[in-house]
């Protein structure tokens, strides 16, 4: 590399690049909020507003930036992210540097090793010998987003939280050891995981606390016993104070990793250390995985965390866009939780492509860009009834143009039909009164109510819209 080149010019010919392959839109909103801040070692360090923005680059962009970094630094180069903190966050030094990421959204780091980035490279091969791991008070490869004050509590997920709260308060102290959080995907168990690492290390500074992924563990192990450090690897293991571990069903067949990880087991077991596990299943269901090992994953306590109700996802939500500074209209966010009931990583995913696609088009987030965004991140089977399915049931039965429905005229049909979609909706919804009246030409709560109110009184007094509203109803049930 040229000792001309320091970071403001490198970064400057790499958006000369990045700019012929991505629209301006894309460029101006992207890239050019991004500012250089050093080059050193071929480690070229970015800072970006937040942590959203982070991610967003991460996984739109990513390919894009290797490449034109490495066309400009050089096979070796490396890339840092510098986030500026977001407004919410629990810590008050900024900026914070993370690491390229590792494919692996999890392991996002504050450790001081830079990862290269080729991703087969990208992962922290042996701990034990990289420096930077030495001080493993430090390094613990907690994610200060999945913290408790950024996880809502909710009854899906209550015992898990409340346990793991008691464990960050009194790490190897309660009878919680090891503590065990399971249940399905994107449900929130690695962002506990963290959280209570988190909360031990604020509290106990000087304990180590290490997050890893039973991949990582597996991929660890393997390589030492094809370098010959499997003592470093145990002994490296055996210093934690507080070890977590994601995703141990990721050790089902792994008969030589079982084995390796028992022996640490037992060891920070006997000497009082804490040990927190993550499952996509309960110890009972676990194929694979050796008894020894299953029955002390019981242990201490297995609390399940389960798919979140209502207003739980919608305070996820509402967590999620004012941590990074952002609003967004109470329908829109009703929108969005009631249509994605299973997976809260899918929920998140949708609001931020939804954030990003106003963005870009630099338009507001109303609810007609919601409904067009929702269904890309859909999946039919945990699909609650839609509104859309409303009108088109109702507009097909009266031969209607749904755009009528939809619109504010007052022609008497129209009236009547749009009235009936908001009593259905009302009554196969959630929905509150101000979303349906939104969806239904743009009208307030009290319209709906009076819409509600006219229904019920006209299937009481006149047989023949009572048998519309059975139709109705019926067609609208086999959704
Ligand atoms: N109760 C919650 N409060 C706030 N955010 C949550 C909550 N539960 C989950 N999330 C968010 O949902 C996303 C997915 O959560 P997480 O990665 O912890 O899921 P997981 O259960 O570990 O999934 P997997 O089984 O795929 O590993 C994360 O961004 C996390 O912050």
């Known amino acids: 590399m040229s000792n001309k080149k320091n970071h403001e010019s490198v970064w400057r010919n790499c958006l000369d690049i990045i700019k012929d392959n991505v629209s ?21 360090t970015i800072q970006v507003p937040s942590h959203f923005f982070y ?189 977590i571990v994601d995703d141990v069903q990721f050790f089902a067949g792994k008969e030589k990793t079982q084995d390796a990880f028992f022996y640490i087991f037992n060891h920070l077991h006997q000497t009082g250390k804490q040990i927190v596990l993550t499952s996509d299943k309960p110890p009972v269901e676990m194929k694979g995985v050796e008894q020894r090992l299953l029955s002390r994953f019981k242990w201490g306590l297995s609390a399940d965390v389960q798919a979140p109700g209502l207003e739980t996802r919608i305070a996820i939500l509402q967590k999620k866009i004012y941590g990074n500074g952002l609003d967004l209209p109470e329908d829109v966010l009703e929108y969005l939780a009631y249509s994605i009931n299973t997976n809260i990583r899918e929920m998140e995913g949708a609001l931020t492509s939804l954030i990003a696609q106003a963005t870009l088009n630099k338009k507001s987030i ?49 009236v009547q039909a749009r009235q009936i979609a908001m009593f259905f909706a009302k009554k196969m919804t959630k929905w509150s009164l101000a979303s349906i009246g939104a969806q239904c030409g743009g009208k307030d709560h009290a319209t709906v109510l009076h819409a509600c109110r006219t229904v019920n009184n006209l299937a009481e007094t006149d047989k023949q819209f009572r048998g519309y509203l059975d139709d109705l109803e019926k067609k609208l049930a086999v959704n």
């Open 24 to 44: 301006l839109q894309s460029f101006k909103t992207w890239f050019e909020p991004i500012v250089p801040i050093r080059l050193k070692d071929s480690v070229l």
């Open 55 to 243: 991610e967003w680059l991460e996984e739109h962009y990513i390919d894009l930036l290797k490449k034109v970094i490495k066309k400009e630094i050089g096979a070796e180069a490396k890339l840092e992210y510098s986030i500026i903190m977001d407004r919410n966050s629990n810590s008050k030094k900024a900026p914070y540097t993370v690491n390229l990421p590792t494919n692996d959204k999890k392991s996002l780091s504050n450790s001081p090793v830079s990862m290269p980035l080729n991703t087969e490279e990208n992962h922290i091969k042996n701990p034990f010998i990289i420096p930077g791991l030495k001080k493993v008070s430090v390094d613990s490869n907690l994610n200060p987003t999945y913290s408790f004050d950024n996880f809502v509590e909710g009854d899906c997920n209550r015992l898990a939280r409340s346990a793991g709260f008691a464990v960050a308060n009194k790490p190897g102290g309660t009878a919680f050891n090891p503590l065990l959080i399971y249940g399905g995907v994107g449900l929130g168990k690695t962002h506990l995981a963290h959280a209570i690492g988190i909360g031990i290390k604020n509290q106990f500074p000087n304990k180590t606390v290490l997050y890893v992924s039973a991949e990582m563990f597996t991929r660890q192990f393997v390589d030492s016993i094809k370098n010959n450090t499997t003592n470093d690897f145990v002994n490296f293991y055996k210093l934690m104070d507080v070890l």
């Open 366 to 414: 109303n609810i007609e860009l919601a409904k067009k965004m929702i269904d890309k991140f859909v999946k039919n089977t945990a699909r609650e009834i839609s509104m859309d399915y409303i009108h088109k049931i109702v507009c097909d039965y009266f031969n209607l143009p749904i755009e009528l429905l939809k619109s504010k005229t007052r022609k008497r049909e129209v």
